[in-house]
């Protein structure tokens, strides 16, 4: 794909996706939390069905390494980020006009470290996973913010800094402004053991009820299939 286009798409999916908690009045529902599990289905099976056999075609220990290393900093993301990567949000804070410091930096590091893995050419798959991983994200962050009564300029800035995120992880990648890891494989290990995190909580968590829920169900077969097409 273009390089344009990726960094566009990355950065307005995610732009729109939290603009349109303002324009359509989204709130945080039924159908937003089966668009999250959806996205959860699809970047587990882009794991297991596209991008573990990619990483693990040359095996080393190493690569191993940094899947768990992934997996763990995911974990520790989550600690701050309070789990709004995998659909949390919790409007019953006791600072209602509090900026949520913590929750965003670590959504900003998260979105930063997926983009960064896209330096890897031709890696289409991996690009709509964290398109559709992110659109999600940035609803369920936009609700939140407007939780917190805080201005329509500091709700769009805090979005633009989320949505170009992504986009400055690939930048930096690319071009190597900084010193980066060099190989590819390795950052791809990475947002795999984040992915494998992400998506395993967002599956395996039960409903309020403890019931089996049909309608996930359906869309979490929905989102391995469309995984399996995926070229």
Same mark, same amino acid.
């Given at each position: 794909m273009n390089e344009f286009y990726t960094y566009f798409i990355l950065f307005s999916s995610a732009f729109i996706g939290g603009l349109a908690v303002i324009l359509f009045r989204l709130k945080f529902s039924t159908n937003l939390k089966l668009l999250i599990s959806y996205s959860g289905a699809l970047i587990l099976a882009i794991c297991i069905l596209h991008l573990i056999p990619e990483i693990f075609s040359n095996y080393t220990k190493q690569i191993g390494l940094f899947v768990l290393l992934g997996f763990l900093f995911q974990l520790l993301l989550d600690f701050f980020s309070e789990g709004i990567e995998h659909g949390h949000f919790h409007s019953h804070s006791k600072k209602l006009v509090a900026?949520?410091?913590?929750?965003?930096?670590?959504?900003?590091?998260?979105?930063?470290?997926? =983009?960064?893995?896209?330096?890897?050419?031709?890696?289409?798959?991996?690009?709509? =996973?964290?398109?559709?991983?992110?659109?999600?994200?940035?609803?369920?962050?936009?609700?939140?913010?407007?939780?917190?009564?805080?201005?329509?300029?500091?709700?769009? +800035?805090?979005?633009?800094?989320?949505?170009?995120?992504?986009?400055?992880?690939?930048?930096?990648?690319?071009?190597?402004?900084?010193?980066l890891i060099e190989n590819s494989n390795i950052l791809l290990a990475l947002v795999v053991g984040i992915f494998l995190h992400i998506s395993t909580t967002i599956?395996?968590? +039960?409903?309020?009820?403890?019931?089996?829920?049909?309608?996930?169900?359906?869309?979490?077969?929905?989102?391995?299939?469309?995984?399996f097409f995926m070229p």
């Open positions: 900026f949520p410091y913590a929750i965003f930096i670590s959504l900003c590091v998260h979105s930063f470290i997926e =983009g960064m893995a896209l330096i890897e050419d031709n890696n289409d798959t991996l690009l709509i =996973g964290i398109v559709i991983h992110n659109i999600p994200i940035a609803i369920v962050l936009g609700t939140m913010l407007l939780s917190k009564n805080i201005s329509k300029t500091i709700f769009l +800035t805090s979005l633009f800094v989320f949505s170009i995120s992504s986009p400055l992880g690939l930048f930096l990648a690319t071009y190597q402004i900084v010193p599956l395996f968590e +039960t409903s309020d009820s403890h019931k089996f829920e049909l309608k996930k169900f359906i869309i979490i077969i929905l989102g391995f299939i469309t995984a």
